[in-house]
T-cell receptor
Framework: GAVVSQHPSWVICKSGTSVKIECRSLDFQATTMFWYRQFPKQSLMLMATSNEGSKATYEQGVEKDKFLINHASLTLSTLTVTSAHPEDSSFYIC?????????????FGPGTRLTVL | GQNIDQPTEMTATEGAIVQINCTYQTSGFNGLFWYQQHAGEAPTFLSYNVLDGLEEKGRFSSFLSRSKGYSYLLLKELQMKDSASYLCAASDSNYQLIWGAGTKLIIKP
């Protein structure tokens, strides 16, 4: 099956620093990747849709200058949380869409837990 | 607007059957997904329906009625490990997933 990895799985950083999270599709090419954020006991919140070779599309209320997304290849997308603050502490999950199938299923990475002190 | 509704929480007994309902309103429709998410983990795919009717997969079944904008996930022979959140998501005309808030299922012995 299609496997998506994320790195790191967890990170603790100081307020004001930047954190980069990688999302890789290991055995398939993903033209579209999605970045979600999930706060405790809440559902997934789509942050942005990332298409290879083009600028990401951000959802309303998500600051594109704070959450930098780069989708440089068909197997890698990165999310950089710039100048992180404690309120950015959350579970960040990426997914990759397997294009060309009957239903364009999204395959999820294992998530990255970010804690900003 | 686009909207997904599902119950916030349900409780069931080990060995029993539980049905989790989901209603949706989307701009266009390209199918309905159910995902399972254990606490602290990413969602995992359970089922996909695009045609009306029931899809059975082991202990889990999923039903769709496009005319009613309604789906349910049926879990049989409940096990303690089934305690998780169950997320309903509808695919709109752009194949973007519109997510429900999730149903937390609590299984009691």
């Amino acid at each position: 099956g299609a496997v998506v990895s994320q790195h790191p799985s967890w990170v603790i950083c100081k307020s004001g620093t930047s954190v980069k999270i990688e999302c890789r599709s290991l055995d398939f090419q993903a033209t579209t990747m999605f970045w979600y954020r999930q706060f405790p006991k809440q559902s997934l919140m789509l942050m942005a849709t990332s298409n290879e070779g083009s600028k990401a599309t951000y959802e309303q209320g998500v600051e594109k200058d704070k959450f930098l997304i780069n989708h440089a290849s068909l197997t890698l997308s990165t999310l950089t949380v710039t100048s992180a603050h404690p309120e950015d502490s959350s579970f960040y999950i990426c997914s990759a869409r397997l294009a060309g199938t009957d239903y364009n299923e999204q395959f999820f990475g294992p998530g990255t837990r970010l804690t900003v002190l | 607007g686009q909207n997904i509704d599902q119950p916030t929480e349900m409780t069931a007994t080990e060995g029993a059957i539980v049905q989790i309902n989901c209603t949706y309103q989307t701009s266009g429709f390209n199918g309905l997904f159910w995902y399972q998410q254990h606490a602290g983990e990413a969602p995992t795919f359970l089922s996909y329906n695009v045609l009306d009717g029931l899809e059975e997969k082991g202990r889990f079944s999923s039903f769709l009625s496009r005319s009613k904008g309604y789906s349910y996930l049926l879990l049989k022979e409940l096990q303690m490990k089934d305690s998780a959140s169950y997320l309903c998501a509808a695919s709109d005309s752009n194949y973007q997933l519109i997510w429900g808030a999730g149903t937390k299922l609590i299984i009691k012995p």
